[in-house]
């Protein structure tokens, strides 16, 4: 199998919630939430950077659609990395992400491995960590 990821998704339990915190909070790019006619079909996709698309979708039909039991939702079970160019920027998305409703679990410090992190739980609870990493800084994707 050749790794080729083009969509993420997260689960969420209240998808108009979710679409604000991305779209209106983070400033994320998305025409909003479609497939409303469809029972389970309510989905909201957001732009990344080129060839990767992240999509918000209830939990309820995420569970449906696979066959899956929903079951309760933890949040160490997968993060997600923001990686970023400079100490100042992982400082500038933390108070974004704050002021957009994330809550803060760890401020933003200087790490054993040489960056500077910080981790932000977004309204559900999906962990997403803020770096920025000397030996990994992003390329310009816009």
Do not use: C
């Amino acid at each position: 199998m050749k790794a080729r990821i083009t969509l993420i998704t997260l689960g969420v339990d209240d998808l108009e919630k979710a679409v604000r915190f991305y779209r209106d909070g983070l400033g994320w790019p998305t025409e909003g939430i479609v497939g409303r006619e469809f029972e389970h079909g309510a989905v909201a996709f957001f732009d990344l950077q080129a060839g990767l698309k992240l999509a918000l979708w209830p939990r309820r039909s995420i569970a449906h659609d696979s066959g899956l039991p929903l079951t309760a939702a933890s949040a160490t079970e997968l993060t997600l990395g923001h990686n970023v160019a400079s100490k100042a920027e992982v400082d500038a998305v933390l108070r974004q992400a704050r002021d957009a409703g994330a809550v803060v679990v760890k401020p933003a410090h200087d790490t054993f491995w040489g960056g500077y992190a910080a981790y932000f739980q977004d309204p559900d609870r999906h962990l997403w960590e803020v770096a920025w990493n000397p030996r990994l800084l992003p390329g310009d994707e816009g």
